[in-house]
């Protein structure tokens, strides 16, 4: 057990809908990174927070958007789905800002576009 | 372009012997690469760390080598068993790119044979 929760772990939603996933990191962590693991894209980095703030952005839509919360928890928002952001979409935390060590990862939510 | 590519999507091997993985980079300068074990399902599961200037680490039956000349890291399973059976990924910090996390090659599925 990683200390890192997800929710759900499963959805399965229709296009053009919204939904939100959220995560709460490990007791202490500051740093919420979020992934989506697709079959033939592998892990791809799409935004991080620390502390509260935006720190890093990678491949993220504009139809994606993050935030963290004062208690540290964060939520992804994906909305005007489309049948190819059907994926797992991990959570990770780490203790730093700048990543020096390892990042716990949650289990995933996999998200299901019909 | 950035790229991160692990030598084989799948590698089968006997029970053991010693599995070794490879992971080559380019455009990348990492200060350090990790390694990750990861479920079918389930979140990666950090096992290793290298920094840039350390040659060699070991953690049981796991060995790590780092070459930033030849921008390449070996991942080495050695007495394998079929419970090491499992997709390992590779992971390096954006060092040089400004980015403030961790960048995933598209794994190797590893098959340890009883």
């Known amino acids: 057990d990683s200390g890192v929760t997800q929710t759900p772990k499963h959805l399965i939603t229709a296009t053009g809908q919204r939904v939100t996933l959220r995560c709460s990191p490990r007791?202490?962590?500051?740093?919420v990174y979020w992934y989506q693991q697709s079959l033939d894209q592998g892990l791809q980095f799409l935004i991080q927070y620390y502390n509260g703030e935006e720190r890093a952005k990678g491949n993220i839509l504009e139809r994606f958007s993050a935030q963290q919360f004062p208690d540290l928890h964060s939520e992804l928002n994906l909305s005007s789905l489309e049948l190819g952001d059907s994926a797992l979409y991990f959570c990770a935390s780490s203790a730093w800002d700048i990543n020096t060590g390892e990042l716990f990862f949650g289990e995933g939510s996999r998200l299901t576009v019909l | 372009s950035q790229k991160i590519e692990q030598n084989s999507e799948a590698l089968n091997i006997q029970e053991g012997k010693t599995a070794t993985l490879t992971c080559n980079y380019t455009n990348y300068s990492p200060a350090y690469l990790q390694w990750y074990r990861q479920d079918p399902g389930r979140g990666p599961v950090f096992l290793l760390l290298?920094?840039?200037?350390?040659k060699e680490k070991r953690k049981e039956r796991l060995k790590v080598t780092f070459d930033t000349t030849l921008k390449q890291s070996l991942f080495h399973i050695t007495a394998s068993q079929p419970a090491d059976s499992a997709t390992y990924l590779c992971a390096l910090d954006g060092g040089g790119t400004g980015a403030n996390n961790l960048f995933f090659g598209t794994g190797t599925r590893l098959t340890v044979i009883p």
């Open positions: 007791s202490g962590d500051l740093s």
């Open positions: 290298i920094r840039e200037n350390e």
